[in-house]
């Protein structure tokens, strides 16, 4: 089984528990303003890589991130896109041990019966689901990454449904997601939800606007600053993190 990668890391230590194994898959459905990496959207993109090669990879850090009580985190793009690749590689995570985490912003989730097969046989084998909420108003998040937010909120839902542990995410952009009314609605969002073991906000940044210019792409946030530490903590306090 092969996999559409677009890198690794191999110390990650913001993706999950402890140093984490970050492979970076390609393809996304989403267009975030501030995606820092929107090389990974295309599918056809990057570079593809058999299960068995990245498991003998896995193992030459094993040592390493499992004493840290880490793991392997499946990050992108969307890694949802590529269901048969991440089964199989969790799959082979499982008979060595690995603690296995997915990054995903739920972009492609859908309720139609072979990709839910598909995640029913996925859910077993994954410890953890870093869920990215990017806004919590339907019209707000079209505009913000192109696409609206009602199949990722089911998403959450379906996961709370199944008691799959979440840490939920949310990036922080001034003038847009950073917003006390919206921050309240999501935080009401979330307090349906009976499996979120850790709420993170993410304070926007502007590392990747090279990416954008050197992909011909037009940053549409480039008059935007990150936010102030006094806004991330007030952010913190409304979310609950």
Request: negative net charge.
């Amino acid at each position: 089984m092969n996999g559409r990668i677009h890198s690794i890391e191999t110390c990650g230590t913001v993706d999950g528990p402890g140093l984490r194994y970050v492979i970076f898959t390609q393809g996304c459905l989403l267009r975030c303003q501030f995606c820092h990496n929107p090389d990974t959207w295309k599918l056809n993109m990057g570079k593809e890589m058999s299960v068995s090669e990245i498991i003998n990879d896995i193992k030459t850090y094993l040592p390493f991130f499992q004493a840290s009580g880490g793991g392997v985190t499946v990050s992108g793009g969307e890694p949802l896109l590529q269901l048969d690749f991440l089964i199989e590689l969790f799959k082979e995570c499982k008979k060595l041990g690995i603690h296995t985490t997915i990054d995903s912003s739920g972009g492609c989730f859908t309720r139609a019966p072979h990709f839910m097969e598909k995640l029913e046989e996925l859910l077993p084998l994954t410890d953890l689901i870093l869920l990215d909420i990017k806004e919590i108003d339907p019209i707000k998040h079209k505009e913000l990454t192109g696409l609206s937010n009602e199949h990722i909120l089911d998403f959450a839902q379906f996961l709370s449904d199944k008691n799959v542990p979440v840490w939920v995410r949310h990036v922080l952009v001034p003038t847009i997601s950073d917003n006390d009314e919206d921050l309240t609605k999501l935080s009401e969002f979330i307090k349906t939800l009976t499996n979120v073991k850790k709420i993170e906000v993410l304070p926007y940044h502007k590392l990747g606007i090279y990416k954008w210019e050197s992909l011909g792409l037009e940053y549409k946030l480039k008059g935007v600053e990150p936010p102030t530490e006094q806004r991330v903590k007030n952010a913190e306090k409304i979310l609950g993190s």
